[in-house]
């Protein structure tokens, strides 16, 4: 009896989109073993640089020009963890626990996966386009004609910053959530919640909350450069390509990161981290 013939199409694409998916994660793991080569030969061979004046110049771009943007947000989610919290803490009588559930889970998980949403789209779409751009207009086929390796010159400096500056942000971001929750106890909840905010955070608070989320922010930063710098630099038929590169940098950084946090989650849960 043979089969519908819906049925051989049907693993036919699944087949495909499978190896797709094993092909696009093989990219990332040449891309990112190649930057970490460079980036140790390049701070440990004379010699060899990765470029560094590209480097500060990412870190302003990627770093500090969102500064901005990611203060903004956080200090929103800050108001609406205090606000959302508050109306089922009262009724248990724990109205003054909302800068304990602020602080734990802003700084372990909160700071780190928002902040790495706003640079998904604040500097991974960036960083895409310009690689994008360059390989259209042929620039890093210019490199390697000059025998100029594009990892080494392109990805390089925009992976370190991405990633060092997601974990500096992270921390910002942290500050800011709990600024946020204060605002909202001093100007809506009463003083019994604002009076002793920062001193039940600080009880509530272990350093493992911290690094923990420092942690995830690094890997964060790792994948956001990463995709955008893979999507970038596999850029195929001119402007259009460009923008479905952009596109699919925000998409698949955003799927990455939240899949990433799941994982932290689930291993810190189970170590009790």
């Known amino acids: 009896m043979s089969l519908p013939v819906e049925h051989p199409r049907l693993v036919r694409a699944v087949g495909a989109r499978t190896l797709g998916v094993l092909g696009y994660l093989g990219g990332m793991a040449i891309l ?11 701070l440990f061979v004379p010699g060899v640089r990765f470029g560094r004046n590209a480097f500060m110049e990412q870190m302003v771009r990627v770093g500090v020009r ?11 989610i800050g108001v609406i963890l205090a606000l959302q919290l508050a109306p089922t803490l009262k009724e248990y009588g724990q109205v003054d626990k909302v800068a304990n559930i602020i602080g734990a889970g802003g700084f372990r998980i909160l700071g780190p996966i928002i902040t790495a949403v706003v640079l998904s789209g604040f500097a991974g779409a960036s960083i895409a386009a310009e690689l994008g751009t360059m390989v259209v207009s042929e620039e890093v086929e ?12 392109l990805v390089v400096p925009r992976v370190l910053a991405t990633l060092i500056m997601m974990v500096l942000l992270s921390v910002v971001a942290d500050l800011m959530i ?3 929750g204060w605002l909202a106890s001093r100007v809506a909840l009463g003083p019994t919640t604002y009076m002793g905010y920062f001193q039940h ?8 909350d911290f690094f ?3 942690v995830q922010a690094a890997v964060f930063g790792l994948l956001i450069s990463g995709i955008a710098c893979l999507e970038g630099l596999r850029v195929r038929g001119g402007a259009e390509g460009v923008g479905k590169a952009t596109t699919m940098t925000v998409v698949y950084s955003i799927v990455a990161i939240v899949i990433a946090a799941c994982v932290f989650t689930v291993i810190f849960y189970v170590f009790g981290f």
Do not use: K
């Open 212 to 214: 923990t989320g420092l």
């Open 178 to 180: 709990a600024v946020g």
């Open 66 to 76: 969102s500064v901005g943007v990611v203060m903004l947000v956080q200090t929103f």
């Open 201 to 208: 955070m600080r009880d509530q608070l272990r350093y493992r």
């Open 142 to 153: 210019a490199l390697e004609a000059i025998a100029l390796n594009p990892i080494r010159y």
């Open 32 to 42: 990112l073993a190649e930057t970490l080569r460079w980036t140790t030969r390049g």
